[in-house]
């Protein structure tokens, strides 16, 4: 059995980024930038009123207010899309409406509301002049020109993803058409001989094909073209020649045939068209799963085609594509947050883990209380689609547990929330790592300390190999787990502490379960094997070498320059180390930014 990550970095090892194509910018949407936008023009190309009312100079407002009103002189209007005419001199006035350039010797701009305007026209009294009842300063209600975007400027940088606001400003910027990432092709295959299409009559002993079509529909949402094959009998035969049909699609995604009964048939036809592997994923629902590479020639070239093989099971098939294919998907598109954004919540009710692997619960998320409550949309089953269809969350248990109490806190991946969200619901995490005596303690302090002076509330997670001090022999507390409590918790006014007895050594992950949310980082020493960010304590007394690899690392604070190609900090410097968290990790997460201290 391997491990749902173990899965996924295997399947996402064999999918690369698509090539980038030139398209018009509507269609665009959700799609990965592939190029820098940089801008040839000032917008605004001009200064600009940002009011109807009256350009002026604002010298000629000294000492107006609404008793003393200062008259100037009404020489012209400019309306948005015409340019002005005439040229504002001292004691004169020219009326202007919203987006309308400012005329030239003009640098105010006083509102409708603050001139005696309506009083003149409802008393038919002469426009020529116009009264203006307040004070203005320099620039008030005026738009400078290039204020939002100034000419050269780079407006959007390359792996940007495109939501309706990049999209408007590429129209403002005049582009109709921009280079970025193509969307992945799914081929989608159905198989099975008890299958039958929406658009025919149900027969006895058939189901209609429901599978195509949420995985049809998931590939449009994760941004792909779905390439509906059809449904594949469960003969040689008939799932070659819809196989044939997909293979000018980047991935193809089949779902039945591979659960023990009939998976022959589709390894037989798939080991024909390239390689094909069976996997056991420890999770549930979903265990069985096919993954193959296809080769196929396109342009006299070899290419390859990852083939996904889900489970027949409507909501195994749905969570499976969830974990492994919408991920893949992504990566293709060019996309750089591939989780699933998760939340940790509060399950209301008890699930039991009988056989050790990763339950996806189906869950309905609601938020009260300051807090995310998780509870379960009903029977569990793989083949009972509507529990997908109630749920707006997977709740996750992990493999190492037994199960979960109602509350509990839990992990829930969120089924409705885009990817990009993830990063800021998820409480950020940051290990201090290090070769022994090399400071990490040390860092640590000073990290916490800078951390509370810029306003933030910090977790420490210490792992001690050694057991926990707190759990002195001969203490109440202790005597309490001698007589087999499975956890002890210590109040006292000010502190609270809790022991629990495990049986196992816990991953960050799981720590980060029963972890209040109410903190904005953690700062972790140790926990070398967990894939949180990392960055390494490196002394020069202790050699060049790093414990980690450069891939495993965000940074290295040193006391001596190293040549590698890694962020550096220097070993004292605490504020630079901070700065660097800040800004790589935090910066999403409640936008504290630092505080004066
Ligand atoms: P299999 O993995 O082929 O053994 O299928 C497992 C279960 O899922 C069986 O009950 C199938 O009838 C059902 N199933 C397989 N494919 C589909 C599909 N495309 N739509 C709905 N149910 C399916
Ligand atoms: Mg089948």
Redesign the pocket.
């Known amino acids: 059995m391997i491990s749902v990550e173990e899965a996924l970095e295997k399947v996402l090892s064999c999918v690369e980024v698509l090539e980038p194509e030139q398209k018009p910018i509507l269609d665009c949407l959700g799609q990965v930038l592939a190029e820098d936008v940089y801008s040839t023009i000032d917008i605004p190309p001009l200064d600009n009123s940002a009011m109807d009312g009256y350009a002026l100079r604002a010298e000629d407002t000294r000492g107006a207010s609404g008793s003393s009103p200062k008259y100037l002189i009404v020489v012209g209007e400019v309306a948005a899309g015409s340019m002005p005419t005439k040229e504002v001199r001292l004691g004169t006035a020219i009326r202007i409406m919203t987006g309308a350039p400012l005329p030239e010797g003009a640098d105010a701009v006083v509102q409708f509301e603050d001139t005696d305007e309506v009083n003149r026209k409802s008393s038919r009294r002469d426009l020529s002049q116009i009264g203006i009842l307040c004070q203005a300063e320099k620039g008030l209600n005026v738009r400078g020109r290039g204020e939002d975007i100034a000419r050269g400027d780079l407006v959007l940088k390359e792996g940007k993803v495109l939501r309706p606001q990049e999209i408007g400003v590429l129209a403002s910027l005049g582009r109709s058409n921009v280079l970025v990432i193509r969307r992945p092709t799914v081929a989608i295959l ?3 001989d ?2 039958i299409d929406v658009n025919q009559l149900l027969a006895p002993g058939k ?1 209609y ?4 079509y949420t995985i049809a529909a998931e590939v449009t949402r994760y941004g792909g073209i779905p390439k509906i094959l059809g449904i594949g009998r469960d003969s040689v035969q008939s799932l070659i020649e819809k196989i044939d049909g997909g293979l000018d699609a980047d991935m193809l995604i089949t ?5 023990k ?2 998976y022959d048939i589709v390894k037989d036809v798939l080991a024909e068209r390239g390689e094909i592997d069976f996997w056991t994923v420890c999770m549930k629902p979903g265990k069985p799963l096919a993954f193959g590479i296809m080769t196929k020639m396109e342009r006299e070239k070899k290419r390859k085609m990852p083939h996904l093989g889900l ?4 909501v195994s098939s749905m969570i499976t594509f969830e974990q492994f294919a919408r991920p893949a998907i992504l990566k293709m598109m060019g996309k750089k947050t591939l989780a699933k954004p998760a939340i940790r919540a509060i399950i209301e009710d008890d699930v039991v883990n009988t056989d050790g692997r990763r339950i996806f619960v189906r869950v309905v998320v609601t938020r009260h209380g300051g807090q995310y409550h998780a509870s379960l949309t009903g029977p569990q089953g793989s ?1 009972i689609l509507t529990s997908m269809t109630k749920a707006n969350g997977l709740a996750i248990i992990p493999e190492s547990s037994k199960g979960v109490k109602a509350g509990d806190m839990i992990e829930v991946q969120m089924l409705e929330w885009g990817e990009e969200q993830g990063e800021i619901e998820r409480l950020p995490v940051i290990s201090i790592v290090g070769k022994s005596q090399s400071g990490k303690t040390v860092l640590m302090e000073q990290l916490i300390t800078e951390f509370k002076r810029r306003g933030y509330k910090v977790a420490a997670l210490k792992h001690s190999r050694g057991g926990i001090e707190i759990d002195h022999p001969g203490k109440d507390s202790w005597k309490f787990g001698q007589a087999g409590s499975d956890a002890v918790y210590i109040s006292s006014p000010d502190k609270l502490a809790f022991i629990k007895n495990l049986d196992h050594d816990l991953s960050i992950d799981e720590i980060m379960t029963i972890i209040d949310p109410e903190f904005d980082l953690v700062l972790a020493e140790g926990f070398r094997e967990s894939k949180t960010p990392k960055i390494e304590v490196h002394r020069k007394a202790f050699g060049d070498d790093l414990l980690c690899s450069r891939e495993e690392l965000s940074a290295v604070v040193t006391d001596a320059p190293l040549d590698i190609d890694i962020a550096q900090l220097s070993w004292g410097d605490t504020g630079a180390v901070a700065d660097f968290i800040e800004k790589s990790f935090l910066r999403a997460v409640k936008g504290k930014g630092k505080c004066s201290p």
């Open positions: 159905a198989t099975g008890e299958l189901i094909d429901s599978n195509t779902s039945g045939g591979v659960s009964g009939d489970p027949g099971n409507p083949g």
